[in-house]
């Protein structure tokens, strides 16, 4: 899945362990999403929109439609 995370992460100045702890997850986990090697589950994204007050939509995008 195509997502933004790393522009919105960098935007705002945070370090992808900062953004971790905001939703709960390790450093590590931010990598795999960022580097889209794992997708979200339904919470973490939204977890995720609600750190960067953007629409899930906004940030996660299906390459294949």
Same mark, same amino acid.
């Given at each position: 899945m195509?997502?933004r995370?790393?522009? &919105?992460?960098?935007?705002?100045?945070?370090t992808?362990?900062? &953004?971790?702890?905001?939703?709960? %997850?390790s450093?590590?986990?931010?990598?795999? &999403?960022?580097?889209?090697?794992?997708?979200?589950? &339904?919470d973490?994204?939204?977890?995720?929109?609600? %750190?960067f007050?953007?629409? %899930?939509?906004a940030i996660?995008?299906?390459p294949?439609?």
């Amino acid at each position: 899945m195509k997502n933004r995370m790393k522009d &919105l992460r960098s935007a705002r100045g945070w370090t992808q362990d900062q &953004l971790g702890r905001a939703i709960g %997850v390790s450093r590590q986990a931010v990598n795999a &999403l960022e580097t889209e090697k794992h997708d979200p589950s &339904l919470d973490l994204a939204y977890r995720i929109s609600a %750190v960067f007050e953007e629409p %899930v939509e906004a940030i996660f995008t299906n390459p294949h439609t």
